[in-house]
């Protein structure tokens, strides 16, 4: 399975584009240069995530995950959870979310 998350040219270098993925959010952003794509999901209670310098903090109760490997660094959410990152692959400058090949 292979599907389009976005044109890499219109991903930022700085904060995070959110896409639709299949009636769910998820956030794209770079790290290093490097696209990643991560599920807009909280490991606490399913909140919304947003991109906050390094960071992304949930709205809900404030739980942070490091944006380089999505660990959770503070909050409610359980010590040792990790956001939901899609596996990716770049194809003539667009990110896609693969899976199975
Ligand atoms: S749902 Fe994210 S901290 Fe509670």
């Given at each position: 399975m292979k599907h389009p998350l976005?044109?890499?040219?219109?991903?930022?270098?700085?904060?995070s584009k959110i896409v639709d993925f299949f009636g769910r959010?998820?956030?794209l952003y770079k790290v290093d240069g490097k696209p990643k794509a991560v599920?807009?999901?909280?490991?606490?209670?399913?909140?919304?995530?947003?991109?906050?310098?390094c960071k992304f903090v949930c709205a809900w109760h404030g739980a942070q995950f490091d944006a380089s490997n999505g660990q959770r660094v503070d909050g409610p959410a359980p010590s040792q959870s990790k956001l939901m990152f899609l596996s990716t692959r770049i194809e003539e400058d667009?990110?896609?979310y693969v899976w199975g090949e």
């Open positions: 976005g044109k890499v040219e219109e991903i930022p270098d700085q904060g959010s998820v956030h599920a807009n999901t909280c490991m606490h209670f399913g909140g919304p995530l947003e991109m906050n310098d667009v990110l896609y």
